[in-house]
């Protein structure tokens, strides 16, 4: 018959089945996309019944046609030959070529049908499914010498690159594919040339390994002192390691030098080197065993092939054994090596086919129980082991894919090492498994049998090794390897998790890294291999890239529970590495964590390290770190250091850090030195005897030498940096005197205490600066308490050496201190008084009224006798008196005491006035009373005082005193007590006191808002400029000038333009009539004064023309004869105001023009700017040019 002829493969393809299926199109018969031929998709573990036998379809080659069989274009063009009736359909042929793989020829059939307008839907949708080049691994070769390529079946050839040129969207039925098709077009050719490249790579390295020849190979072994030339791919292995070692040494610059000289390799992939080459361990391992023999890398034999001794890399020593005896036995101790490390890998082997050996026995123990009736008596023995075993690995394979050994590389399954008869329901393990682990045999054993329900079958063993291999299961890959093994011990859990953790953490997302922290601490607590330990420890501290917070907390948590159960030497050689890698991490959150993580760790180290290795990183980082957030934990880390240290040598480096760390430019540097570190230290200099000993004299030497040194200058940041850590010793240095008075034995916790008062002591700044916290318990202080009250009130301090230093050494120097520094900087009386004040409350009021109190009125000495005596009053000039007031007087707001404070100010402002000494005392216990609104009152008490003293000299004194306090006082108390007793001032007969009141009267004009206030306030300035009997009184109007230029610019706008500049016109008007030059100087001084800082505020159109304008104008004429570089400026304000107020306009007459904005012109400011700097009479009032606006 014809179709026998142009069919010899005699497939499904022929003239009959064409005839019945003139239709046939893809859906009938195995997609195309599906792959390699195979069955249909209806029973994918049957072939076809019409299909030919597998023989048949193995002898053929698909690349290099023979003799053997006919070529399928002959078969093609033969049919096409043959009559209308046994013509093959073109489907048939394109069926034909995909079920043989003949690739290159169906593409070829299929372009020249594209050529003539034929387009096959078949060969469409094959070759536009990158699915069907991918790689396969269904039905194996069918014989050893069959060599496919990396790629599977389909060998990347030239020729097909023709996919790349081929717009098969260009005849899609769906436009909208164009793109997709095109791109899985590229993507599958991209796979293609990778696995080109990786498997050019093999074969280079393979090349370059054997590149020197052999015979001169054997003259340098026989001629030791030539050296042999290095081979290409030992220099790139070299070039890699010495890269590595630079990178990881800090040696950056080198790294970058090295890689540009070699820039034909890649340093960041060792796959560059040889992709069958195993990495080699770095140059600091080299090195330290270079001495002995390194094994070789146990990576090199795939586990789940087996390795035949030829194919070892050491096989050459036996066939050619080297000539010098030592490099003989260097080379067969690898060799011993390499086999030992074989061993280990069947012993593995063994011991997954003990396993399945293991599950088949039990499995055929059930079968036997299932089964009610024997099996026929004709069925001999082999049968029936061959059916058994048949019956039981197909069921295996189908319902547990884990069972396979790890072997299976894809292709039959090897099932016949455990073929074993049924007869013999429990033969040992070592009948083809020799030399078990004994532990896991046992664990084997004692594991109960697994029971499957087994079909009644018989198969051929080739049969079922032919239908296992369609189980599609990957056991050569790293992950198939490790799924097909079932761990079988807490030992083998744990080598499982080492291997796969650090190739599950990059996969994971960063938010939910987390999540990882318990396995990987618990995978390193109990993982035997140092090596893997460090790696997941590494893994840990670089699990988030940039860890906030709560993570940072969860890891530090896993980092304590990890040493808690490792203990201190794996945490000082595991942990501490960690943290030493990541101290100059570009991330501040990294190197945070590790500034927290030594304080965590601290009490789970040796103590020789506690003290040495991480207080020198700490150290380090307080100085480098440029994050205030990583110094901040740095300095809480050291704290906690100091509450564990023990050794007495390292005082001196922990005094240095606290005051390194209390010079930090950071408040939260400082605020944390003062809530943990500085607690901490004091706690141990305590148990050392050396707080009051070495730490407080050493800061009051300190700042005795500050003192010193400053008197052109004080560094008020020095001196609060100082008096501010020894604040924050007062709480330990009371509990000191606590623990060593003479009643500490008689404390008892028994019977009723009753509870300390909720301001007994000042707000400590952090727990670890609480009394009782320091004690122990709030029990215990208040029977300490108790017993300290009663001491101090009805004992006395005899053999009390604590306390007695506190009050014969301490106090004394600093009230000597106190006395030294000046009483103007506000600062340091600040600081000073609050101080005292922390230190009053805290040692009681007992201590304060018998101890503290006495020392002060000691060196003041307020008495009658000494008024006019100049020689004892020249403390009361000093900063003592506002501290005494302010941090000593103040700490008990009982009757008595504020009796107290009332009378001891109104003896200093009588003493001062009587005695016509400076007032800045005095001033500076107002300015920091009048801070606080509880004192109001009691200053205005005071004031009074000295309204109605019948001395001008004290009612002048109290005038200018109310300047101080009016600021920040409640409107109600200005109306109802300070402006009375001002108006009661101006009532006297002394012009000095009424001059005295108007810098008073300024200030309500500038704090107060009150109407009826202002006018009355306002008809007291009136009655000062225009009553006559003011005329001649210069420095009165110098006092009211000197007024308006500093409250101008922010008081009420309506008092400003009503009152200050109508007046501040007549004034300058009438001093150019000023006879006297002194005065006429004196005023056009301050007038200028006056309207710069006036010049900020926004002026009506009218005032300026009225006004302001006149006013410059007059000023100017003054200025033209006094003083000239005056004169240049004021010509330049007038003439800018000019400016502005006709360019304003009829339209904007309601507007404002600001002379601050008009002087933005590039001449007249260099002009007004160069003369301001020339100026040297009126520097105090020009900054008032620059207040704010109002």
Known sequence: MAAGNVNPFNLSDSDEEAERRPSETADTERSPSDGAPGPPPGNPFSPPADAEPPSLLLSCSRTSPSGEGISVSAAATAAMAGSGETRVSVDVIAAQLLRDQYILTALEFHTELLEAGRELPRLRDYFSNPGNFERQSGTPPASKDQVLGPGGPLNRAGSISTLDSLDFARYSDDGNRESDERVAVLEFELRKAKETIQALRANLTQAAESEVPSQERKNFKSSPEIQEPIRPLE?????????????????????????????????????????????????????????????????????????????????????????????????????????????????????????????????????????????????????????????????????????????????????????????????????????????????????????????????????????????????????????????????????????????????????????????????????????????????????????????????????????????????????????????????????????????????????????????????????????????????????????????????????????????????????????????????????????????????????EKLLTQGEHGLDEHKLHMFLSALQSLIPPLFAVVLQNAPFTSRAKLHGEIPAIEVTRFPRPASPLQDVATIIGSREMLSALLLLYDHQLEHEGTTGWDSLLWVVNQLLPQLIEIVGRINVTSSTCVHEFSRFFWRFCRTFGKIFTNTKVKPQFQEILRLSEENVDATAGNGILTKATVPIYATGVLTCYNQEEDRKLLVGFLEDVMTTLSLSHAPLDSLKASFVELGANPVYHELLLTVLWYGVVHTSALVRCTAARMFELILRGMSEALVDRRAAPALITLCSGPEFSVRISTIPAFGTIMETVTQKELLERVKMQLASFLEDPQYQDQHSLHMEIIRTFGRVGPNAEPRFRDEFVLPHLHKLALSNNSQAVESKRIDIATQLFEAYSALSCCFISEELMVNHFLPGLRCLRADMEQLSPEHEVILSSMIKECEIKVENRGIGDAQGSVSIASSLVGEDAKTKFLSKMGQLTTSGAMLANVFQRKK
């Open 235 to 703: 220099k790139r292995a070299l070039n890699f390691l010495v890269n590595e070692y630079l990178l990881k040494n800090e040696y950056k610059l080198s790294s970058i030098t090295f890689s540009d000289e070699n820039d034909d390799q890649d340093f960041e992939l060792w796959d560059d080197v040889g992709l069958n080459i195993p990495k080699p361990p770095d140059l600091l391992q080299l090195y330290r065993n270079c001495g002995s023999a390194l094994p070789l890398p146990r990576d090199m034999v795939d586990v789940a092939v087996g390795v035949d001794f030829g194919e070892l890399p050491g096989n050459y020593i036996t066939q050619d054994p080297p000539k010098k005896p030592d490099l003989s036995q260097q080379q067969q101790t690898e060799v011993v090596q390499e086999l030992e490390y074989q061993i280990s890998l069947l012993n593995s082997e063994k011991q997954s086919l003990a396993e399945q050996i293991k599950k088949l026995q039990s499995e055929i123990q059930t079968l036997k129980r299932s089964v009610s009736s024997p099996p026929p008596a004709t069925l001999d023995l082999g049968s029936q082991a061959t059916s058994n075993l048949s019956t039981t690995a197909n069921t295996t394979c189908s319902t547990d894919p884990l069972s396979v050994p790890p072997t299976d590389n894809g292709q039959y399954l090897d099932i016949r090492g455990v073929s074993e008869p049924e007869s013999d329901p429990d033969p040992p393990s070592t009948q083809n498994t020799p030399h078990p682990h004994p532990q896991s045999h046992n664990k084997l054993k004692s594991r109960p049998p697994v029971q499957f329900d087994q079909p009644n079958r018989k198969l051929s063993p080739a049969f079922q090794q032919a239908l296992l291999s369609f189980c599609r299961m990957s056991s050569d890959s790293r992950l198939g390897a490790e799924v097909s093994r079932i761990a079988d011990s807490e030992e083998s859990v744990m080598l499982m998790l080492g291997r796969c953790l650090p190739h599950i953490v990059p996969n994971v997302l960063l938010a939910k890294r987390e999540e990882l922290i318990p396995l990987i601490l618990c995978t390193a607590c109990l993982h035997p291999e140092p090596k893997e330990r460090d790696q997941l420890l590494h893994i840990l501290f670089n699990l988030i890239k940039r860890p906030d917070d709560e993570q940072r907390q969860m890891i530090l948590t896993g980092c304590v529970a990890f040493a808690r159960h490792v203990g201190p030497t794996r945490v000082e050689a595991e942990l501490l590495p960690q943290c030493w890698e990541q101290i100059n991490h570009k991330y501040p959150e990294r190197r945070l964590l590790v500034a927290e993580s030594c304080g965590a760790l601290a009490p789970y180290l040796p103590k020789e390290i506690r003290s040495s290795l991480v207080l020198s990183m700490l150290q380090q980082m307080l100085a480098e770190d440029k994050a205030d957030m990583v110094r901040e934990a740095v300095v809480k880390s050291l704290g906690i250091i100091m509450g564990y240290i023990d050794d007495p040598d390292k005082y001196s480096q922990g005094f240095e850090l606290m005051l390194l760390s209390l010079g930090d430019p950071s408040e939260r540097v400082v605020s944390a030195i003062h809530q943990v570190f500085i607690p901490a230290f004091a706690a141990w200099t305590t148990e050392l005897g050396t707080l009051h000993t070495a730490l407080i004299p050493s800061l009051l030497a300190r700042i």
